[in-house]
C-alpha cells in the first residue's frame, strides 16, 4: 500500500497530554484501538497517526486547534472513514493528530417551519434520513456509503450521489455552518436564512474544502416534504446516447420529478449478479445498457411515467422496461446499482475513477475513455456507470478475463498510473472534471497540480494561507 508524506515535527508529551486532557480518558485512543482510523476503504494507502482525539463539543475541538497550531502540529479531520481519495488518511508517520468527530453526533434542532435540521458534523447520514423520516420529511443526500459516512465529511467533500440530477450537492442543502478555523476561532454561522449577501460566502468555500481550511462542526441541512409518490424504473437501451434520448423525453413530460437516473452497463451488471446471486435482472433478453430511473412527485406520477416510457419505446429508445410494484422491488432494482461500487472491489478494480463531464458529452467521453485504457492494455476491461444525470460517470478498470489483481499489476509495473493518467487525459480532452463528487484528498492533489491552471493554483494558495499559515489542517490533502 502506498504513504503519503509531509514533514511534522514529533509532537511533544507535553501536547499530547494537554489534548487528552481536553477530550477526558473517554476521548482518545492509541496503539490497536486507533487502527481503524489509519484504513483506507480500497486497501491503497496506509495511514498512521500519534493519537486519535474524539472531541465532544465544538469549544473542545477548538481548544485543541489551538493546542496544535501553537505546536505546528499537524491535524487530519476524521469523519466516517468512507473517503476515497485519503483525505481522511494521516500523514505517513506517527506525528498527526487524528481528529475525528464522531462523537459529535448530536441532532441540535429540527424546524418543519423552515425546512431545516442542525445537526452536529459526526452524525451518520443514514440517522440524518431517520430523523427526518420522523417529521415527515426527507433530506435528499443519498449515496450506497450512508449507513458510515457523516454529515461533516459529507460537506468536506461536497458530496454528491443518486439524486443530484433533483436536489445537488452537499452544498445546494446546506443553509448554515459552524467551523472552527486553524487558530481555533470559531464560525457561527447556523441561522437558515435563504437571503443572505453580507460579504464572502464562507459557508461554500468551506464546504468542498476537504478539512484543509477548517473543521466543520456543524450545519444547517435543508429538509423537504416527502413526495407522496415515487415511481421506479429500470430501463433496457442500446447506448448511452439512448439514456440521453431517455432524459430528455421524460424531462419535458415529467418536468422536475426526475430524482435519481443512473447509467449502468450490461458487462457492470453481470459483476453485480455474479458477486451477489440474490440479485438478478429483470429482463428475459440482455441489453448493452441499463437506465435506472426514479421520479417522485404528485399522487398520479406513475401514470405520466408509463406513458412517457410507452412513448419513448416507440420511438425506439428503449426495447423493454420494468416498473417498480413495491418498494421491495424498487430496493431490489437500486441494489443492481448500490451494490456496484462493492462488486467492482470485489472483482478486482485496479483504477476507479470519479470523473464528470457536461451531459451531451457523456457518450462521446465513455468512448473517448474506453478506447484511452484500451490502448495502454488491449486485454483491459472496464465498467463505466454512473450519474448520468448530472454528467458523473465513474470508469472502473479490471485486468483481463482469469488474470488476478495482483499479478496483473506485478507483471505490468506501473500500469495503474497510466490508466488513471489515460482517464484523466480523456476526461480533460472532453472539457471534464478528474474529481466530480469523490474530492481531491492526496491521491488526486499531484493531479490538480497538473490540471488545475496556475491562476486557480495561486488562488487556492492565497487562501490556505490566509486561513491556515501554519498549514496544520489536512497536510498533504488538497494542496501540495
Known sequence: METMSRDFSQPTAALIDAIKAVVGDAGWKIG?????????????????????????????????????????????????????VAGQLSI?????????????????????????????????LYD??????????????GMAS?????????????????????????????????????????????????KDNTGYNLRHLLIGSEGTLAVITAATLIVKPVDPETVTALCAIASPADALGLYHRLSRALGASISGLELMSDFGIGLVTGHFPTLSLPFAERQPWYLLIEASGRIGLRNDVEEALAGCMED???????????????????????????????????????????????????????????????????????????????HNVFPP?????????????????????????????????????????????????????KAKLNAMQAIKQALDPNGILNPGAVLK
Open 32 to 84: 490497536a484501538d486507533a487502527e481503524r482510523y489509519f484504513s483506507d476503504p480500497r486497501d491503497r494507502f496506509s495511514g498512521a497517526g500519534c493519537l486519535v482525539a474524539l472531541p465532544r463539543s465544538t469549544d473542545e475541538v477548538a481548544a485543541i486547534l489551538r493546542l496544535c497550531n501553537a505546536a505546528g502540529a499537524g491535524v487530519i479531520p476524521y469523519g466516517g472513514g468512507t473517503g476515497v
Open 92 to 124: 505517513d508517520s506517527d506525528n498527526a493528530i487524528i481528529l475525528s468527530l464522531e462523537r459529535m453526533n448530536r441532532v441540535r434542532s429540527v424546524s418543519p417551519e423552515d425546512g431545516v435540521m442542525i445537526v452536529e458534523a459526526g452524525c451518520i
Open 128 to 141: 440524518v434520513h431517520n430523523t427526518a423520516r420522523e417529521q415527515g420529511l426527507m433530506f435528499p443526500l
Open 146 to 194: 450512508e449507513g458510515s459516512c457523516t454529515i461533516g465529511g459529507n460537506l468536506a467533500t461536497n458530496a454528491g450521489g443518486i439524486q443530484v440530477v433533483r436536489h445537488g450537492n452537499a452544498r445546494d442543502l446546506c443553509l448554515g455552518i459552524e467551523a472552527v478555523l486553524a487558530n481555533g476561532e470559531v464560525i457561527e454561522d447556523l441561522e437558515p436564512l435563504r
Open 316 to 394: 425506439d429508445l428503449l426495447s423493454d422496461a420494468v416498473l417498480a410494484e413495491s418498494e421491495a422491488q424498487r430496493m431490489n432494482l437500486w441494489a443492481l446499482r448500490e451494490n456496484t461500487p462493492e462488486a467492482n472491489r470485489l472483482t478486482g478494480a485496479i483504477c476507479s475513477s470519479d470523473t464528470s463531464v457536461a451531459i451531451s458529452r457523456v457518450e462521446s467521453f465513455i468512448t473517448e475513455a474506453t478506447d484511452a485504457v484500451t490502448k495502454v492494455h488491449p486485454g483491459l476491461r472496464i465498467n463505466s456507470y454512473g450519474h448520468i444525470g448530472d454528467g458523473n460517470i465513474h
Open 401 to 453: 478475463e482469469g488474470v488476478a489483481k495482483p499479478a496483473f499489476i506485478a507483471a505490468n509495473p506501473g500500469i495503474v498510473d497510466a490508466v488513471r493518467i489515460a482517464i484523466s487525459e480523456a476526461t480533460v480532452k472532453c472539457g471534464g472534471s478528474i474529481s466530480a463528487e469523490h474530492g481531491i484528498g492526496r491521491l488526486k492533489a499531484d493531479d490538480l497540480q497538473h490540471y488545475a491552471s
